[in-house]
């Protein structure tokens, strides 16, 4: 159902965002009025220590559209936008930051294009005003690796959280159980008709970011890594790569030396056989690495316990 009727549900990730919730809110509201949206605020506090869950609550006692829920302590935006989705009541979600990084002004445009039929709308950083050097490098480095792991199905790069989600999507990805995950690569993986829309990301509003770089590191090593296998078995590609390339190099060298009797006058010596031989057991092992990580793999995709296939419609 989507139509100018269809409840949208804004669910909100919050974490010590004393400064800008309410600066925040107000922005929204006007925007959404000025759509004459229907609409739902939910806020998820994720553990906040600052007083930010106060001010949540004070915007919820005056006005029923807005909602919250707020986490026994701080268990990730990961786990706080898992919350929004589940708890959403909306034909549509749209997940945005509460720092002002993101630009309200799009919403009207998410919603233009889930008319238009598509069931993910994704926001993709064309620029980032106030992020460093370092953490977009490190985000196309990232992307660019997760393409080159690829397997088998379309990842956005530059993507975001900041994206609306038809409800076809929202209750399948209800459906997931992986613990570990990253709503991102998860909703890459469920397919559905997906479409992008750039934007420029601000500068925060007030506080700063609660993803220190070690954390990026973490997610984006942890993304790979639920993305695709692969890595894992490019060790024992590289195994089987040295294993052949020494054992011609050691026949070559040895009937070369011991039965020909060194016709080509290359004068190996018997510690340059041996370091061929040790390579050549470096790459055994290596090659060992990679079958197991062909049962790891089962397991992996085993206990991701993932659904076979996901369907859009049927009749
Ligand atoms: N956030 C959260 N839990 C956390 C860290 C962040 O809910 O553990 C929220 C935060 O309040 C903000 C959004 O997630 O609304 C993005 O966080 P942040 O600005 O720290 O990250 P970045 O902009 O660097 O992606
Ligand atoms: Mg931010």
Not at 90 to 103: E, K, S, T
Not at 104 to 126: A, C, N, Q, Y
Not at 153 to 171: E, G, H, M, Q
Not at 238 to 243: A, D, E, F, K, T
């Amino acid at each position: 159902m989507r139509t100018k009727k269809s409840l949208i549900t804004i669910v909100i990730p919050i974490h010590n965002e004393t400064g800008s919730i309410n600066w925040h809110h107000k922005k929204i509201i006007k925007h959404v009025n000025s759509l004459s949206l229907n609409y739902e605020i939910l806020y998820i506090d994720d553990g906040s220590t600052d007083n930010s869950l106060e001010l949540v609550k004070l915007l919820a006692s005056t006005d029923d559209r807005v909602k919250y829920i707020s986490f026994s302590r701080n268990f990730g935006k990961e786990a706080a936008i898992s919350a929004g989705l589940k708890k959403a009541l909306g034909d549509a979600v749209l997940i945005i930051d509460a720092d002002g990084q993101h630009p309200i002004e799009l919403i009207g445009k998410f919603i233009e294009k889930w008319h238009e039929g598509f069931d993910i709308v994704v926001g993709v950083r064309r620029s980032n005003q106030g992020e460093g050097f370092i953490k977009s490098a490190g985000s196309r480095l990232f992307y660019f690796l997760l393409k080159s792991i690829d397997n088998g199905y379309d990842v956005t790069p530059a993507s975001t959280d900041f994206r609306l989600v038809d409800r076809l999507v929202i209750d399948q990805y209800n459906k997931l159980t992986e613990r570990n995950r990253i709503s991102r690569n998860l909703m890459d993986w469920l397919g559905f008709k997906k479409t992008t829309l750039p934007f420029d990301a601000l500068a925060r509003h007030a506080g700063k970011a609660s993803y220190s770089y070690s954390k990026l590191v973490k997610l984006a090593i942890d993304g790979a890594i639920k993305h695709s296998t692969r890595p894992l078995k490019f060790i024992g590609v590289l195994g089987l790569l040295i294993s052949f390339v020494t054992i011609i190099a050691m026949i070559f060298l040895f009937v070369e030396k011991y039965i020909l009797l060194d016709p080509l006058h290359l004068a190996v010596t018997g510690t340059a056989l041996l370091a061929l031989f040790l390579s050549f057991l470096v790459g055994i092992v290596l090659t060992c690495q990679g079958l197991l990580a062909l049962y790891l793999e089962n397991v992996f995709y085993e206990t991701q316990n993932r659904p076979l296939y996901v369907v859009r419609e049927e009749k």
